[in-house]
């Protein structure tokens, strides 16, 4: 696949390469290898872009790109004007070949999600590494992988699925079974040293991490990050789609919904300063999204009171009252949002009567 092909193919819309990018959070990060490997399948995040705005308007042109709506050229004159509107000092190189890089690597991360989740609802049970032969410096472990078939489920494909480096324009594709029956024992055994053929960073199957439930990987990031931008960022989690699609049942697993202050770590015996919750305790149908967007801020600034093993967070707010209710995680490092309702404000004389209010 020459260069022409590339972006022809690539150019074109892909309902499930665009879902898989739409449900990533945005992110900062000041290197790339900030997040684990398979963190990034969850997480849109550019190294250097600290500000807010500036990754927003970098998701919303990276967006449109694997939409099939904006070609790496017109990338390419939109990204300049973004830089130094907004003064990024970019690191390793220009503006040229900063826009290629975050354009190649989106599109063909989510491209390769996309193709995976085909492949795994389209039942495919074998898949074939095939080389782009038209890369001006190939990379010789690749090209040895090249006809390379095994089962879908085979170990091999969860380190070595595409794009496996840097500019990597390998792919995988589905296979038949009398293909991998029929093929020498050379292209249906795995070679030595088949785990250390990716990258640093590139060692995990995007389209497996894309359909993971939750975005439990971006655990190590969030709890790294200072304890103020944390709680910055996560204010703009629960305004960003995937926490649209996480409230109404559609992404699984769990999601983090508020950050604990440093105080309140010491006060509840807890260790990790962010608080997940499953979609299962938001399941009050009485309130709309806009409300559960208030998480964060009924957390931070409600009043805290314990009972037994329980803990309840109640923010008053034109006499009606949200009340979020809190669990120790199992290992008791971090709190588990266990539902999240609006009362009346006469249910807080209640609350003060059975529970103890912890000073906050």
């Known amino acids: 696949m020459n260069t022409a092909e590339f972006t022809r193919i690539f150019s074109l819309p892909f309902a499930e390469a665009s879902a898989f990018f739409r449900d990533k959070l945005t992110i900062e990060s000041s290197a790339w290898d900030e997040l684990d490997g398979a963190a990034h399948a969850k997480a849109f995040t550019s190294a250097g ?27 390419r004159q939109q990204f300049r004007p973004l830089v130094e509107r907004y003064g990024w000092q970019l690191k390793g190189g220009g503006a040229a070949w900063r826009s290629d890089l975050i354009w190649r690597t989106n599109i063909k991360t989510a491209y390769q999600a996309g193709r995976w989740q085909q492949f795994t609802e389209g039942g495919i049970e074998y898949l074939m590494y095939l080389h782009n ?35 990597c324009q390998c792919r995988a594709v589905a296979a038949e079974k009398d293909e991998y029956q029929n093929a020498p024992a050379e292209k249906t055994t795995r070679p030595q040293g088949w785990e250390n053929v990716p990258s640093d960073g590139w060692n995990y199957n995007v389209g497996q991490e894309g359909q993971r439930q939750g975005y439990r990987s971006l655990t190590g990031k969030m709890e790294s990050m200072d304890n103020d931008l944390a709680r910055s960022w996560l204010q703009r989690f629960v305004h960003e789609p995937a926490f649209d699609r996480f409230v109404a049942g559609k992404i699984g697993g769990e999601f983090p919904v508020a950050v604990l202050r440093p105080d309140d770590l010491a006060l509840l015996g807890v260790e990790q300063q962010v608080v997940w919750s499953a979609a299962e ?17 009924v957390i931070d600034s409600g009043e805290l009171y314990r009972r037994g093993n329980e ?14 209710t809190l669990l120790k995680a ?12 609006a009362v009346d404000e006469t249910e807080l004389v209640k609350r003060g009567a059975e529970w103890t209010l912890l000073a906050r």
């Open 49 to 75: 872009a600290y500000h807010a705005d500036l990754l927003g308007d970098l998701r919303k042109m990276t967006d449109k790109a694997i939409a099939g709506g904006m070609d790496i050229r017109e990338f």
């Open 133 to 167: 032969d038209g890369v001006q410096n190939p990379r010789q472990n690749h090209v040895a992988l090249s006809g390379m078939i095994y089962p879908i489920n085979d170990p091999f494909w969860t380190v070595n699925y595409p794009p496996n480096a840097w500019g």
């Open 281 to 297: 305790a938001l399941a009050d149908k009485k309130l709309g999204l806009d409300t559960y967007r208030m998480l964060p801020e």
């Open 311 to 324: 803990l309840a967070v109640d923010l008053l707010q034109d006499k009606v009252a949200y009340s979020a």
């Open 330 to 341: 199992e290992d008791g490092a971090g709190l588990i949002l266990s539902g999240f309702t």
